[in-house]
């Protein structure tokens, strides 16, 4: 007797200690949900300070989501005036995720005994992106000298996630993401200020016309540049840069099985054991991409009180977001089918070893398999202060002092108070001004290429 009980204890033993990784992922997700809106909370509250503290706190204590933290740290230090440090952060960040994209078979397999929180945190294909495209404004506002570097990254990086999993459309659905036209906008925007090679300015503009035909300032753009006219003399050129309502966030919801879904994931469990894939029918946490609700649409902008135009989008972060996790979502829950098979047929197989014929024992083992299962935890991580939209308005204006009026709008309607800053206008050049507007008001600074707030 036992001798046939030991081996039963055993297996008990490590279908428990699965089971208690899985809570430990469990604890982790939770409180990055938590502390996420906490920073948000102080963030849209203009506490920047506050929200800073908190960001400091959670990267100090919790190591292994030190990149996605540092993401919201960056956006911190951009609206409080210092885009060095938030350049410093995002290019970081940029290393590591490249550096996650080679795949960490041990990580990858442990993630199925738990969930995917175990895993380093990779960034979505949006976010790798995006941050090129935050690398290039944040450069900008306090520098400059790589800012075209990190506008031409944008398309490069977007055009090797596109490719990585081949040209077949069938089998990639990555393929469907629409191109982002910021990083071809700004590469245009800088080359024309050298008042040459008006030829890569067209090409550039024209990326922007076809990745973002929606873009109202498309067509003139690129009639300028075939032109080769940066501005009349006597005149420069005024950028102004804003962070449009609150962006996408992630959450977690019970979604069941799609056939796409088992398909991928039949293939994925053909790698990793050695049996034909049960379906799952029952719901499955799967982390959902939402957009944030934003009350502006626009911001308007006055020139020494005079209205001048409003911002258009260049980039809507939110239907990015969304739109790409709808193209990958089967992806996305073939993991989790694969996960919930692989700790059933872990419960299954310690049964058949163990010889299990106690009906007691047997329904100890089914309960410690279902609690296994419920530790499971979507990976709502993300970059939770990204904003809805980012747009721009390009006004050309004579050399001198100007006084810059910014409202927030919904539509064409002014919802908050006027934000105002001096800019500097200089003969045959550009100035860049960046401004976040996630509701009525303004967060933090109006930044400058030409001040300095570190």
Not at 407 to 425: D, F, M
Request: aromatic fraction near 6%.
């Amino acid at each position: 007797m036992p001798s046939e009980i030991r081996p039963s204890r055993s297996l008990a033993r490590f279908i428990v200690a699965c089971c208690c990784a899985g809570l430990v992922g469990l604890s982790g997700c939770s409180t990055h949900a938590k502390q996420l809106v906490s920073m948000r909370s102080a963030y849209y509250s203009n506490q920047l300070e506050q929200a800073g503290k908190l960001a400091d706190k959670e990267i100090k204590s919790r190591s292994s989501d030190a990149d996605v933290l540092k993401l919201e740290r960056a956006m911190i230090d951009l609206s409080s005036g210092h885009p060095k440090q938030a350049e410093q952060a995002l290019r970081e960040v940029r290393d590591h995720f490249d550096a996650f994209e080679q795949k960490d078979i041990g990580e990858s397999a442990l993630s199925y005994l738990t969930d995917d929180n175990k895993r380093a945190y990779p960034g979505e294909d949006y976010e790798r992106v995006l941050i090129r495209c935050f690398l290039s404004l944040s450069n900008l506002m306090h520098d400059g000298g790589d800012a075209r570097a990190y506008a031409l990254q944008v398309g490069q990086k977007q055009e090797q996630i596109m490719l990585a999993a081949g040209e077949d459309a069938a089998k990639n659905p990555k393929l469907k993401y629409k191109r982002v036209a910021l990083g071809a906008y700004l590469n245009g925007a800088l080359q024309e200020a050298t008042h040459r090679d008006y030829d890569d300015v067209a090409r550039s503009i024209q990326l922007v016309v076809n990745w973002e035909p929606t873009f109202k300032f498309g067509q003139q753009d690129l009639e300028r540049a075939t032109n080769g006219r940066h501005s009349a003399p006597g005149n420069g050129v005024l950028y102004v840069f804003t962070l449009v309502g609150c962006g996408p966030y992630k959450e977690e919801r019970a979604e069941r099985a799609t056939s796409d879904a088992l398909l991928i994931a039949d293939r994925i469990f053909s790698v990793i054991g050695k049996h034909s894939l049960p379906p799952t029918l029952a719901p499955i946490k799967m982390p959902v991409v939402c957009r944030g609700r934003s009350r502006v649409s626009t911001v308007q902008v006055a020139i020494d009180g005079k209205p001048s135009g409003q911002t258009e989008t260049i980039t809507d972060v939110g239907q990015m977001a969304v739109d790409q996790f709808d193209a990958i979502k089967s992806q996305i829950m073939a993991r989790a089918i694969v996960r919930r098979v692989v700790k059933k047929g872990a419960v299954y197989a310690a049964k058949e070893v163990a010889s299990v014929d106690n009906p007691l024992l047997e329904l100890a083992f089914d309960g410690v398999g279902v609690a296994w299962e419920a530790t499971e935890s979507a990976d709502t991580r993300c970059w939770g202060l990204l904003p809805d939209k980012i747009q721009v308005l390009r006004l050309e204006l004579p050399a001198g002092t100007h006084q810059l009026g910014m409202r927030a709008a919904q539509s064409s309607l002014a919802v908050g108070p006027e934000a105002t800053e001096s800019v500097k206008i200089e003969d045959g050049r550009n100035t860049f001004v960046l401004a976040t507007f996630p509701d009525e008001r303004l967060i933090g600074h109006v930044l400058t290429n030409q001040s300095d707030r570190e």
